[in-house]
C-alpha cells in the first residue's frame, strides 16, 4: 500500500494486515510514492502495518519499525534463520519464500520454524538470456501452485499468496479442504488487484473479500 486513505478503507473492509514496502527497487516502494513516517505514526488505522523488507540490514528495519510504528515485519529476500530470529525477539516476523519449480518446500522452510509466520510465494529468477533483468521479490502476479502444499505439516500459521485473482474464492475454498489448511492463518493479495503498482482497486478488493467470506462460511458449516 502506498496510499493513506487506502489504508483507512482497507480497515473498513475488514482487512486487518496491510504491507508497506521498503525495498527501493520495487515500484510500490513507500518512499517513491510519498508515504512519510510522521504522516502513517498520527493515523489511527485499523489495520496492522506489516513492513515488507528485502535483505535489510537488522538496524535498518527496525528503525523503520519505529519510525512508521509497524506492527509486523515481512522479509522477502534470502534472510537466514538467524536474522529472523533476531529480528523475532523485537517484533513479530512473517518469513517469505519464493518457490521454485522444483524446490522442495519441507526442505526450504525447515530451518526456520522460530519465526513467527510463513508466506508462501512464486518465484521469478534473474534470466540467463537478459542479465539486465534481476530477481523479482514478490509482486509479479505468477500463480503458487497450492497444490504443492496439500498433504504436507507445515506445523506454522501460514499466509497463501502468490497471484492471488478476484475470482479466486472458490479455489481457495478447496483448498481449506485439505489437512495442510489447518495452518492458514491469512490470504495475501497485491497486483492482480491493482490499478497501478500501490494502488489497489478497492472494489475488486470488497468484492473479493465477500465471496471469500461467503467460502469460508460454507466451508465450516460443511465441517
Known amino acids: 500500500m502506498t496510499a493513506i486513505e487506502q489504508l483507512h478503507e482497507l480497515g473498513e473492509l475488514g482487512v486487518q494486515f496491510a504491507g508497506m514496502i521498503f525495498y527501493p527497487k520495487s515500484p510500490r516502494y513507500v518512499l517513491k510514492h ?11 488505522l485499523k489495520v496492522f502495518k506489516v513492513g515488507v523488507f528485502v535483505n535489510a540490514p537488522y538496524e535498518e528495519v527496525m528503525q523503520t519499525v519505529y519510525e512508521y510504528g ?11 534463520p538467524y536474522q529472523c530470529d533476531k529480528l523475532s525477539s523485537n517484533i513479530q516476523v512473517i518469513k517469505a519464500f519464493r518457490f521454485g519449480d522444483n524446490d522442495d518446500v519441507q526442505w526450504r ?19 540467463s538470456v537478459d542479465p539486465a533483468i534481476k530477481d523479482i521479490y514478490g509482486g509479479t502476479g505468477r ?18 499468496s502468490g497471484g492471488i485473482e478476484p475470482t479466486d474464492a472458490g479455489s481457495i475454498q478447496r483448498f481449506m479442504q485439505d489437512p495442510v489448511a489447518k495452518d492458514l492463518f491469512a490470504v495475501d493479495i497485491n ?5 497501478m503498482p500501490g494502488i489497489k482497486n478497492m472494489s475488486l478488493i470488497a468484492q473479493f473479500i465477500k465471496e471469500l ?8 458449516k460443511a465441517e
Open 213 to 220: 467470506n461467503d467460502a469460508v462460511s460454507d466451508t465450516t
Open 191 to 195: 497486483s492482480r488487484f491493482e490499478v
Open 34 to 44: 510519498g508515504l512519510k513516517a510522521a504522516d502513517v505514526r498520527k493515523e489511527k
Open 70 to 80: 509497524l506492527d509486523m515485519v515481512q522479509l522477502h529476500g534470502d534472510e537466514t
Open 143 to 160: 500463480k503458487f501452485n497450492w497444490e504443492r502444499l496439500k498433504g504436507l505439516n507445515i506445523a506454522k500459521p501460514f499466509f497463501l
Open 109 to 127: 522452510i525447515r530451518d526456520f520454524y522460530e519465526t513467527d509466520m510463513f508466506l508462501f510465494d512464486t518465484g521469478v529468477k534473474s534470466s
